[in-house]
């Protein structure tokens, strides 16, 4: 196998409220990346470093919790033409750079009710904390 | 992903072949080119598992290529991944293109954010450009930390480099505009030059700088009076600076700098992957997926048991 996989245990503890075809995206998502790594050309989702596109306050968590996101195709996806296809949730995981290791966290919708784009916070993701903190 | 990619030996792997090419001179690869479509696809696999090095080395390519568009847009790329706005990088590929006066602009920031980039190479660097006067500034200020050079050459050569275009009241602005003038040239010749350093010297009161090319000699006188008819029409001759082209056949084996050290300096850097942000990241209770899960439902049947357990 490519890639190990672990689960947080927020995940684990709200896996039981998940439909059966957020259950199969998610086992799908799994899978392919034990087998090929995060290669986006085996995925069907947009893979994504969460603090890409992210605004200041968001890019310096995401970036220091090592958060990234996939488009797990629900409820569908959208076909783009410039890259890999997009949908309204995402599959939060974090993956250390250069690792052959992802740890899934969360999965929510893309924004927030607010507008926001959503990331994954306690107690799905213990943060790591500020330097100088 | 090819289970045989490891990281760090694509890394070395595609260091090597970047290496290879950019030594060898002459013509710059075309991008549809065998051992480049080769080297891109090495930096896909790459991608697939270090996405930020992945792309930096992928705007090495594009650099060695001279397709500009496409190595700024690796480096956007590589800054957004990895959050770091790579300014050495960026002023170094930009150099390797051809476009002194823009690799100008990050100098600040670059040697204020060079990383893990010996300073002995950072002398090589400037020194290549024909920037002497911040070697100088940078071996005074090394100097100062008790630093040592081991390219002993360049520091005896760029304070009297300096002081020369000191003399002629010469600034780096014109010395990058000399020196695009140059690389305009060889852009439309499509060749590179020998990722030596330059030949210098210093002849009675002007800093000679050869680059060297892989051409015959009457090719390369050719492009040496070309260049001494712009540099005239423009008002940049004589001030200091002279800059001509060179044939290899005088000259002893490449002492490989530029291309090879933007491999190099990246291979030096900080370890490809770091263990302890590793474990700082993933703090809190986890559960790994047993191996023997190699299925679908054999991931929904973990978890099934998994959250009742944790509920």
Known sequence: MTFTVDFGRQFAVEWNNYQQDQKDKVASFVITVQVHGLDQTKLPGKLSASWINANATDHAYALRNDLWHYHIGLPTYRVNMYGPATSDWLLHFQHVSGSTHISIVDMYTHYTSKGGFYLPKPPHVVPVPVKGN | MNPAAQPKQLVDQIGEQLKTIALRGGERPAAGSWEIRKLLADTDRLQSVDASMGSLLKAKVF??????????YWLDNATALSG????YHRMLALLLLGYPEEANDFYDEAIEDRGAIPVDMVLLHLCAAGWFQRASELIEAATIKKLVF????WVHFAPRAAAVFGDHGLKIDDV?????????ILREENSLWLFDAPRVS?????????????????????????????????GLDGRGLHIAFETAASESAPSALIASDMVNDYQSSAPIF?????????????FMLPQSATTARDVCAYLDSLASKVQ
Not at chain 2, 84 to 87: I, R, S, T
Request: charged share 35%; proline share 4%; no cysteine.
């Open chain 2, 63 to 72: 650099a060695l290529v001279g397709d500009r568009p496409s190595t700024l």
């Open chain 2, 84 to 87: 770091n706005q790579l300014p």
């Open chain 2, 150 to 153: 081991k390219a002993t050459k």
């Open chain 2, 176 to 184: 990058n505009r000399i020196q695009a003038e140059m690389h305009e």
């Open chain 2, 202 to 234: 210093i002849e009675e009161s002007f800093v000679s700088m050869r680059y060297v090319v892989d051409f015959d000699a009457d090719k390369v006188a050719a492009m040496t009076a070309l260049l001494t008819d712009r540099l005239s029409q423009r």
């Open chain 2, 274 to 286: 770091d263990r302890e942000r590793m474990d700082r990241a993933l703090a809190g209770p986890r």
